[in-house]
């Protein structure tokens, strides 16, 4: 069960939950709308997968901006703002002639996207504090869970209207009717409230080194979930799957992503996040290995694959969150190291497979899980070194007037 202090806490969470839905419903759009896109601005797939690039660029500007006016002014209004900007972008994209004003769109829809969610796992953190850990689980899981409905969604508006457009416009009412009800929220605060006497259940560093490894591993976690979500169905085809039976693998990768999130809830009450962190990292391995050496069907591989990646963003944010104070600009530098990750990886995996074959994949997905999980030695012996215990136990359970 989800920890809330008080009825406030409980109600602002769960509003944050439903916008976690909306962003990941819009996060999730540019897949199945891209030949739809491609078609109404006459653009080949080489040209359409520009949209690629700006909404990454979009990303990290979005991160960073957001992290800057979070510090400075009240977090739901800020959010209102991100999340009016979005909702625009949804109304006006599919009526797009060009392709390049296409591109600037998707660019302001990438903006919006990641400054929601950055504002909004940040405004979550101050909210619950040390207690945070399971809520940005499940938080996460929201976000995966609105991918996971995008899909449906466009198949229902082409289907009753026979225009993509509707996909766009039901995902951004959507959106807009979970940014209203915030404006009733009084947004959580930086500072502890005043009078507070609960002291951390960590010491809170502020320390460059620490901030920098935290910021590699999000970009090379990103740079992997976005590299295979995004080109697994191409290498299902290249290995020899027929087209439709590739074109579900990236729905069976979401699928146990969303459901090992969901599970990572009340693990992340259990056990420290170093369990779960080398966990996913073990798992991916094996996964990425299997893959290679063919001892696994790619169908297996997917959800394998994405039980291994599903806990792995949430769990990292909430060891961030024990161990550095995480203002608006220290989530704002994460989301955009996480958006530089999107940006770079996949950008490299097709010029990798025109050379190397499409065996590369796999060994491709392996050499960044070993990079992920040098990552995080490096990050406990920084831990080390500044004092702090890393293991078995960081999690400081919560009294039972909480739960």
């Known amino acids: 069960m989800l920890p ?4 406030y806490h409980r109600r602002l ?24 896109l491609a078609d109404s601005v006459g653009a080949s797939m080489s040209q359409i997968a520009i949209l690629f690039t700006t909404r990454a660029v979009g990303n990290m500007s979005g991160a960073f901006v957001t992290g800057l006016l979070l ?6 209004k800020v959010l209102f703002a991100m999340g009016a900007i979005m909702v625009a972008g949804l109304a006006i994209t599919p009526f797009s002639p060009l392709l390049i004003l296409l591109a600037g769109l998707f660019g302001v829809l990438g903006f919006a996207e990641v400054a929601l969610n950055s504002g909004g796992n940040t405004l979550l953190v101050w909210l619950h504090r040390d207690d945070a850990g399971p809520n940005i689980s499940a938080l996460h899981f929201c976000f995966s869970f609105g991918n996971m409905l995008t899909p449906l969604v466009m198949v229902a508006a082409l289907s009753v209207t026979g225009q993509f457009h509707w996909a766009f416009w039901v995902v951004g009412a ?3 009717l979970t940014l209203l009800p915030l404006l009733r929220f009084a947004s959580p605060l930086k500072a502890p409230p005043v009078g507070s006497t609960v002291p951390p259940a960590t010491p809170k560093h502020s320390d460059i080194i620490l901030l920098v490894l935290i910021m590699l591993i999000f970009a090379l976690y990103v740079g992997m979930e976005i590299t295979f979500a995004g080109w697994v169905t191409s290498y299902g085809v290249l290995v020899g799957m027929a087209a439709k039976d590739a074109a579900i693998l990236a729905t069976l990768f979401w699928l146990t992503l969303s459901a090992g999130r969901l599970l990572a809830i009340p693990l992340l009450r259990a056990v420290s996040p170093w369990w779960i962190l080398c966990g996913c990292t073990a798992l991916g391995l094996v996964t990425a290995w299997a893959l290679h050496a063919l001892w696994v069907p790619l169908t297996v591989g997917a959800l394998l694959f994405g039980l291994a990646a599903s806990a792995f963003f949430p769990t990292l944010y909430a060891l961030s ?3 550095m104070e995480m203002r608006g600009r220290t989530t704002g530098a994460i989301f955009t190291a ?7 990886v996949p950008s490299l995996t097709g010029p990798l497979l025109d050379w190397l074959g499409a065996r590369a994949f796999p060994l491709l997905l392996a050499g960044l899980v070993i ?7 490096l990050l406990a012996l920084r831990l080390h070194a500044l004092g702090q215990a890393t293991y078995p136990e960081t999690v400081r359970p919560l009294p039972s007037g909480e739960r």
Request: proline share 4%; aromatic share 12%; no cysteine.
């Open 4 to 7: 809330f202090a008080t009825a």
């Open 13 to 36: 969470t769960w509003r944050y939950f439903a916008l976690f839905i909306a962003i990941g419903m819009t996060g999730g759009l540019l897949g199945p709308a891209l030949p739809h």
């Open 71 to 76: 510090d400075r002014f009240d977090g739901h």
């Open 174 to 176: 959507f959106a807009l």
């Open 321 to 323: 969150n024990q161990v």
């Open 338 to 344: 996480a958006g530089s990750g999107a940006l770079v």
């Open 371 to 377: 990079l992920m999980g040098v990552g995080l030695a």
